[in-house]
């Protein structure tokens, strides 16, 4: 039997492209080994994609419904297996990984639902006849997933866009590669055409390839370095659909009156969950200077310095590692980098173990450091600045070229309704985490987060363009000037 490194046209085969193993960061044990698919693989893949697109769009949609929710079904009979993959392969803790499979899950009945009210059909009756909406597919959608979901998010590119008729070539994480196998299988358990959704492993070079093919549209979530890149190569190219989704610079602002210990609770829990990795993670604290902020700042030290750590076997750990030892490196440098600038440790972010992904959480004052870069770090550190004033808070949460996910934690009303004008943030929460975002609203942020193409509730949108129709139901003269009566 060949490897299951590539899907094509309804059939697995061995890739024939670059090697690339995936490494726990809790175990150091290689979770996923195989070949990544050559430039030839790729365009098969996107031919196989284009030839079942004549098909499947225009398959009646309930008969494409039915398919996904067969997919769903499979998902859910196979829901743990979904979750020990995921925690193998990129560390995060068990119940964590448990979560993301249970939102893969999820996302057939909600992305029905938002198609429904956002890419459905309308019929208003006019004068002449009937005003008529419909939406039709694109045609062959790349999607590319990122390593810290890498079932749920390329998962919620996926559906929407086979629900509305696309067919898709998928290119996950070369760092959490093994979910992606078990969602082919359990679409194909389902029923759906060969051809529809294929599969290409691989790393970068099978993602350039990809691009290169002849695509209609390129749905991706990751980085924002790798977002603009892919900005930059389809300059020029209207009429490719791209929705990009990328990372952030979030900040929380802390404001009484507010009970300090639930302010704590909540920045913690944006800040730290899945070991700081969620694109929405807070990652700026700003707070008040004085008592209140004080008491606010030394509970979520209180919190960093408790919470436990552990490989994703352990039913207690709060926190996994990070993806992989070279990124538990990249956050220590991080740190160092920030504290020479002049900012001071509350709690220092640590490596725990040479070789492995596991950190502590870390907390820099950097009220009095220059020349902070507004760069994401993607691990479970915050920076925190202090502030005199509420005017000064807001000004420092916008201090951001970024603008996906922001929170404020404040009992008054009026500081959270002057909040919803100020901040400039696509996903804006009041005493809630900024980190858990709830599929059934959009999700999407401005600036450098994205390209205005939310997803979540408003995949619908990207993944078909509304057809608008008037229509007579028979042919009759009509009259202008200089006609013939
Ligand atoms: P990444 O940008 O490194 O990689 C994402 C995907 O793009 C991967 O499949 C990767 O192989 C591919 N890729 C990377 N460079 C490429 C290139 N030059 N050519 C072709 N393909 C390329 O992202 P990541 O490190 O896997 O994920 C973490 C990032 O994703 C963070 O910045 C995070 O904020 C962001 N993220 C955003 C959201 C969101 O919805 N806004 C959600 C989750 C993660
Ligand atoms: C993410 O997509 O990285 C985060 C989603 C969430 O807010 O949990």
Not at 322 to 331: F, H
Not at 419 to 424: E, F, N, T
Request: charge should be negative; hydrophobic fraction near 45%; proline fraction near 6%.
């Amino acid at each position: 039997m060949s490897a299951r490194d590539v899907f094509i046209d309804g059939a697995w085969e061995s890739g024939e492209g670059v090697a690339f193993e995936s490494v726990c960061p809790a175990t150091g044990a290689v979770s996923w080994s195989g070949h990544g698919a050559s430039p030839q693989q790729v365009v098969r893949a996107v031919t196989g994609a284009r030839a079942a697109f004549d098909h499947w769009s225009v398959e009646p949609r309930q008969r494409r419904a039915e398919i996904l929710v067969r997919y769903r079904d499979q998902l859910a009979a196979r829901k743990s297996e979904i979750a020990e993959t995921i925690s193998r392969d990129m560390g995060k803790v068990l119940w964590d990984a448990a979560g993301e499979a249970g939102a893969m899950i999820g996302k057939i009945d909600l992305s029905s639902a938002a198609q429904s009210e956002r890419a459905g059909t309308k019929e208003t009756e006019a004068a002449f006849g009937r005003l008529q909406l419909d939406h039709r597919p694109h045609g062959v959608m790349a999607v590319f997933g990122p390593f810290n979901f890498p079932g749920h998010l390329p998962n919620g590119h996926i559906v929407p866009a086979l629900l509305a008729g696309n067919t898709c070539v998928f290119k996950p994480s070369e760092l959490a590669p093994a979910v992606a196998n078990i969602m082919i299988e359990c679409l194909v358990e389902a029923g759906l055409p060969p051809g529809c959704l294929n599969l290409v492993h691989g790393g970068r070079d099978t993602g350039a390839a990809l691009l290169e093919s002849d695509l209609d549209g390129v749905l991706f979530t990751g980085s924002a370095k790798t977002g603009i890149a892919f900005h930059r190569h389809f300059a020029g190219r209207p009429e490719i659909i791209l929705a990009l989704e990328m990372g952030g610079n979030n900040p929380l602002v802390a404001w009484p009156p507010c009970d300090a210990a639930a302010a704590a609770d909540i920045i913690a829990q944006g800040a730290f969950l899945t070991t700081g990795q969620r694109c929405s993670c807070t990652r700026r604290l700003i707070l008040p200077e004085g008592k209140w902020g004080d008491d606010v700042l030394s509970a979520v030290a209180a919190r960093a310095e408790a919470i436990r750590i552990g490989p994703w076997s352990d039913e207690t750990a709060f926190m996994g590692p990070l993806v992989s030892a070279q990124a538990a490196v990249a956050a220590c440098t991080f740190q160092d980098m920030l504290m020479a600038r002049g900012g001071r440790p509350v709690v220092a972010l640590t490596q725990q173990e040479p070789g492995l992904g596991f950190v502590s959480p870390g907390i820099i004052d950097v009220t009095e450091a220059q020349d902070v870069p507004d760069e994401e770090l993607f691990g479970p550190l915050i920076q925190v600045t202090r502030v005199a004033t509420l005017e000064q808070a807001f000004a420092r949460a916008n201090a951001t070229k970024y603008g996906l996910a922001g929170g404020v934690v404040c009992d008054d009303d009026e500081v959270w309704q002057q909040s919803l004008v100020r901040m400039r943030a696509g996903i804006l929460n009041r005493n809630r985490p900024t980190a858990g975002a709830s599929g059934a609203l959009p999700f999407g942020g401005s600036g450098l987060s994205g390209n205005h193409r939310a997803s979540a509730w408003y995949a619908a949108d990207y993944c078909a363009w509304p057809q608008a129709s008037q229509v007579a139901p028979k042919a009759a003269r009509m009259q202008a000037v200089g006609f013939p009566e």
